[in-house]
Structure formats: structure tokens, C-alpha cells
């Protein structure tokens, strides 16, 4: 297993940063975060405490469905498929084709990593961009 590492940036930074990498300004780092939320609340709520077991439960037991999950957790399946899509849409989660229709939830990773600036530095400088204004980027 690996660790994930996550950011916190503004909707805003995130896409600047984004459109960068795109036109091939920026190169992303492999230190880099994998996954971005954009704000510290919005990370806690799909990172709760609870969540959290659900995703070491997955990793640990690897459901072959979610019924199975849901009777490993005690969670009505609606709000563990709810929960899960959410999860799914960071890619925290990513979901294998079971047996029939089902299917089985599967995380990838052991450890999460929080990657939180505190603020924009003034004259901040990316050291692997080119030809952007990287004043502009929150993460390089």
C-alpha cells in the first residue's frame, strides 16, 4: 500500500494550477498532491473520523460488494453508496467490477497525508514553472 497526499487549495488556485499543467507550463511534482480539497471544512467532512475506518475497512477486507460492506459496517447502504460516491468523486475510492452487477469498493492506499500551506507567500516563486506568473499558483 501507499500513502496519498492530499491539498487544500481555493477553487480558483486549484483551476489556475490545473490549466497551467495543461499547457504544459507546469510540470506536477511526483511529491505533489494527488487529490485537492478546497478548504479544511470541506476536507473534514469526507475525511471524518468515521470515513476514515470505512476507507481502512475497505482497504483491510476488501468487500467484493456493498452489501458486504454494508453488513461489515452497520451502515444502511444508501448512505454508504452516497458516502462512497462522494469519496469516489476525490478519488479517495475507486470501484472494481464485481460479481454480476456488483460492485466492489477498493482504496489503494494506507496513509493520507495533508500537504497545508498557511498562506501565499509575497514574491512566492514556483522553481519548476515556465513562462507563467507564479504568483498566480498556489502549489507549483
Known sequence: MTTLKVGIASYEDYKKRTMAV???QIKPGADDPKVWFTSMESFAKVLSDRNRELLALIAATKPSSMNEL???TGRAPSNLSR???TMERFGLVR?????GKTRAPRVDYSDIILDVPLKRAAGWQCE???DVDSSDLLFP
Do not use: D, I, P, S
Not at 470501484?95 to 460479481?99: L, M, Q, T, W
Open 22 to 24: 495543461a499547457r504544459g
Open 70 to 72: 454494508a453488513e461489515k
Open 83 to 85: 458516502t462512497l460516491r
Open 95 to 99: 470501484f472494481e467490477k464485481g460479481a
Open 128 to 130: 519548476r514553472c515556465v
